[in-house]
């Protein structure tokens, strides 16, 4: 297993936005925990603040999808070795659990890759190991284009 941590630190570092205007890696609290390159595996924690609540108390569904949703794309990219960033075409959700205010970790693979096109999985679970969403998705393969 390839450790994260030069990878980790890229993406860390390269986040754009600020705090006035922060993107959704960071919104979200991405920490990518590692990478295994033979099962196309990444697993990366987030932390869903209170802001994140419904009014019933618990996360918004979209919260949850957006954190797997923002494993996907670093999966791609690292998988490709930064050639190639995907363009959902289609993510199903669906939720097992209710989430709370706290940490999160998404492990996210490839499920099967083409020239174009990539088939992905994701599992959500709470900082007790418990599973709180599942998703799939299609997505486009697009070329990332050197600054």
Same mark, same amino acid.
């Given at each position: ?34 990478? @295994? ?31 797997? @949703? @923002? ?54 679970? @709470? ?21």
């Amino acid at each position: 297993m390839v450790q994260p941590s030069d990878i980790a630190q890229a993406f860390n570092e390269n986040l754009p936005g600020s705090d006035d205007n922060p993107n959704t890696l960071r919104l979200l609290g991405f920490d990518l925990q590692s990478w @295994d390159e033979k099962t196309e595996t990444i697993r990366v924690g987030f932390e869903a603040r209170p802001e994140f609540r419904n009014p019933g108390g618990i996360i918004q569904g979209g919260m949850l999808a957006a954190m797997i @949703d @923002d494993a996907f794309g670093p999966l791609l990219i690292i998988a490709t070795s930064r050639t190639m960033r995907p363009l959902t075409l289609d993510m199903n959700v669906t939720y097992i659990s209710a989430g709370q205010v706290g940490k999160f970790v998404c492990e996210a693979r490839i499920i099967r890759r083409g020239r174009s096109t990539a088939f992905l999985e994701g599992e959500l679970f @709470d900082d007790k190991g418990e599973l709180i969403a599942r998703a799939t998705s299609t997505v486009k393969l697009v070329p990332i284009k050197p600054v």
